[in-house]
């Protein structure tokens, strides 16, 4: 059985930084489209930032571009999510999904296509 396992959330005061993980546990993240998302209560899951496992590339939503980045370890099977500056405006249930897509894409804002979910962490920053 797959499993995503994430940690990393906290509270921080604004300009602060955390660094959330997702690890996969029951499988390797080869082939696989890894992404995070974020979520406030009564509102649509929010795209972060996608990674594509094969292709070692990385897409940034607009509005965390040049603030987070992602990194990874391939060893632990292991993706990143570096916050810096982080604004209280970020502050929400973060998410990771991981879509098996092979050497293809896929629409990594659409949080409907991803067949495996780690816990969210809560990430709080305050003003």
């Known amino acids: 059985q797959v499993f995503l396992v994430v940690s990393g959330g906290g509270l921080v005061q604004a300009g602060g930084s955390l660094r959330l993980s997702c690890t996969a546990s029951?499988?390797?993240?080869?082939?696989?489209?890894v992404t995070w998302f974020r979520q406030i209560s009564g509102q649509e899951r929010e795209f972060v930032a996608a990674?594509?496992?094969?292709?070692?590339?990385?897409v940034y939503a607009p509005s965390v571009k040049g603030r987070f980045t992602i990194s990874r370890d391939v060893a632990k099977d292991t993706v990143y999510l570096q916050m810096d500056s982080l604004r209280p405006e970020d502050t929400a249930l973060y998410f990771c999904?991981?879509?098996?897509?092979?050497?293809?894409?896929?629409?990594?804002?659409?949080?409907?296509?991803?067949?495996?979910w780690g816990q969210g962490t809560q990430v709080t920053v305050s003003s």
């Open positions: 999904g991981a879509a098996y897509i092979g050497n293809g894409d896929w629409y990594y804002t659409d949080h409907r296509g991803y067949e495996h």
């Open positions: 029951g499988t390797t993240f080869s082939g696989y489209g």
């Open positions: 990674h594509k496992w094969s292709a070692d590339r990385t």
